[in-house]
């Protein structure tokens, strides 16, 4: 578990996968990852992100607030799922709408970050979004993570043509 100001980012419990999908599984959430999805595929990711998890210690973790308990969404690193960045950690993050702008995605990435440096020897953690996910490559930025155009890609969750397979890539080589 890591435990930041306002945020725990903990394993996933079995009942995370119904609420997730509930506070995640939404028009403005999803804009960006594919649109709105069958909730049970949403609380298959929970299940998924907990199976990474058991295999390698680390993944999307799940993102509670403290005061309250809320399921605020996901963030974490895990090994990236998709070519070619294969063999390369991944940092992630998705919060559900009513917590955006409130430097809680920040405040989860950063720790997530700090983590994978104390405790992984990645040389460099990646970062993947599409380029009108301005909020998403803001906070990559705001990271201090650099855009690698020669890492861009089209990603084969999604066809030839359509609006979200080409996807950019931003990277944060391990501090010295």
């Not at 907990?50 to 895990?78: N, P, Q």
Request: proline share 6%; glycine share 8%.
């Amino acid at each position: 578990m890591i435990e930041t100001g306002r945020l725990l980012l903990r394993s996933w419990r079995e009942e995370d996968g119904a609420e997730f999908a509930r506070v995640t599984n939404t028009p403005e959430v999803m804009e960006h990852l594919g649109g709105v999805e069958d909730p049970a595929q949403l609380a298959d990711t929970a299940a998924r992100l907990d199976s990474i998890e058991r295999e390698h210690g680390f993944t999307f973790w799940a993102m509670e607030r403290k005061e309250d308990k809320a399921l605020l969404g996901f963030c974490g690193v895990k090994p990236a799922s998709v070519e070619p960045l294969l063999g390369e950690v991944e940092i992630g993050w998705r919060l559900r709408h009513d917590a955006w702008g409130r430097g809680y995605a920040r405040e989860a990435a950063q720790a997530s970050l700090e983590w994978a440096w104390a405790n992984l020897g990645a040389p460099r953690i990646v970062a993947i979004t599409v380029p009108a996910n301005s909020r998403s490559w803001g906070l990559m930025e705001r990271l201090g993570m650099i855009r690698r155009p020669d890492m861009d890609f089209d990603h084969p969750h999604f066809p030839p043509g359509h609006r979200l397979r080409a996807h950019i890539t931003y990277v944060a080589e391990r501090p010295s």
